[in-house]
């Protein structure tokens, strides 16, 4: 397996870089390395997945601060896997904000599933501790999901599909019919066993493996889910996007992860967005440039211009000797981000282009314009360098 690359060298930041700096770093790799771009590059997902694992882990403070200490060995779980349903690929993956490490997990897997009741004990020390199955809440899944430039400034409303896992309608969940005591555990949903040792006889509880702790069987097991109570349906969801959104923002779809064990709630959908480029707008946050062309006269003379923006077109003044480069804000003409409840500003930056073909008319205007002095302060100042350089 090749070792993973430090996660600052991901994002291509500092270790001092700042909560902003991580988010802007995220989104311009999310956006270049998206794999709807690269589509005949095999790694194209593993890239994408080695960015998002990095911002996941940068992005939390605590994790951030344990990955500092430790590196990777010190977020070892954390992050996007292969689990899930589908697998990353088709959009998703399982363990998205999970609980965490559990030590009951350790001690489960020692002795053998005492969930919660300890690893047993000596007889003469009062036996194991007898409990029931462990409640767990099911994971989160991550989900992309592509957004126009247009949906993303103004918001739109979103119909998708997903799978998600629900009760059995037929069984209401239970797994089966007709309810009976387990006859293993005769109720108590825990099994105990004891093993004699020099030291005494060791007792230890564990759950039952016939009803999983529930302490009852069925006698007919349901054929619509299995036996397991659960369905996997794929379900038609509609979701309202707040206007402002950008690449790497996340919404919440509540209760529509993985399922939970033991009657443990469902998890939930997180939708991450990738928003579209636009052909002349170019996004900066919540700020928006636009490069407008001027022609040299219009540079020089200065003119009116009509200039489009995300609400509609403004006029602007362009003063004369207008240079390439140079740039006007338009307040409040950026993005009206309700997801983050700002206003960003507009910048027009002007980019002046010189005829490729002149008549001959035009070429004698010009040429009678070069015989005054137009020289400015920058190009005296260069002509002066150039003689004393010769």
Avoid: W
């Amino acid at each position: 397996m090749a070792e993973k690359r430090d996660f600052y060298e991901v994002l291509g930041i500092s270790k001092g870089a700042t909560e902003a700096e991580i988010k802007s770093a995220f989104r311009k790799k999310a956006k270049e390395l998206h794999p709807d771009l690269h589509k005949d590059d095999p790694h194209a997902e593993d890239k994408f997945k080695e960015v998002q694992e990095a911002y996941s882990v940068l992005s939390d403070e605590n994790q951030r601060k344990m990955y500092d200490q430790y590196g990777h060995a010190g977020v070892a779980g954390h992050g996007p896997s292969q689990g899930g349903p589908g697998g990353y690929g088709t959009g998703g993956f399982s363990g998205f904000d999970g609980a965490g490490f559990d030590f009951g997990d350790i001690f489960d897997s020692i002795f053998g599933g005492a969930s919660g009741g300890g690893f047993g004990g000596f007889s003469d020390f009062g036996g194991g501790r007898s409990s029931g199955p462990r409640v767990s809440r099911g994971s989160d899944i991550l989900m992309r999901m592509n957004l126009s430039f247009e949906e993303a400034i103004y918001g739109a409303e979103k119909k998708f599909g997903v799978d998600v896992v629900e009760d059995c309608d037929k069984c209401h969940g239970n797994g089966g019919f007709d309810r009976e005591e387990c006859s293993t555990c005769h109720g108590r949903g825990t099994v105990t066993t004891q093993q004699r040792t020099i030291l005494g006889a060791f007792t230890s509880t564990s759950t039952c493996p016939d009803c999983r702790g529930t302490g009852h069987t069925y006698k007919r097991k349901c054929s619509e889910c299995g036996g397991k109570g659960k369905v996997k349906n794929h379900k038609n969801l509609t979701i309202n996007i707040p206007a402002g959104i950008n690449t790497g923002d996340r919404q919440r779809v509540s209760g529509k992860g993985n399922p939970g064990q033991n009657g443990g709630d469902n998890g939930d959908l997180y939708i991450e967005f990738v928003v579209d480029e636009h052909d002349y707008f170019i996004r900066d946050d919540d700020d928006i440039y636009l490069e407008v062309p001027l022609t040299i006269t219009e540079a020089i003379l200065g003119c009116k211009k009509s200039i489009p923006t995300l609400y509609g077109n403004v006029k602007l003044n362009v003063s004369p000797g207008t240079n390439s480069g140079d740039k006007e804000r338009i307040k409040g003409k950026g993005v009206d981000n309700a997801f983050r409840h700002h206003k960003g500003d507009m910048y027009v930056v002007f980019k002046v282009y010189s005829p490729k073909k002149l008549s001959r008319e035009q070429k004698s205007l010009i040429e009678k314009l070069d015989q005054t002095d137009l020289d400015t302060d920058e190009i005296t100042k260069f002509n002066k360098f150039t003689k004393e350089n010769d």
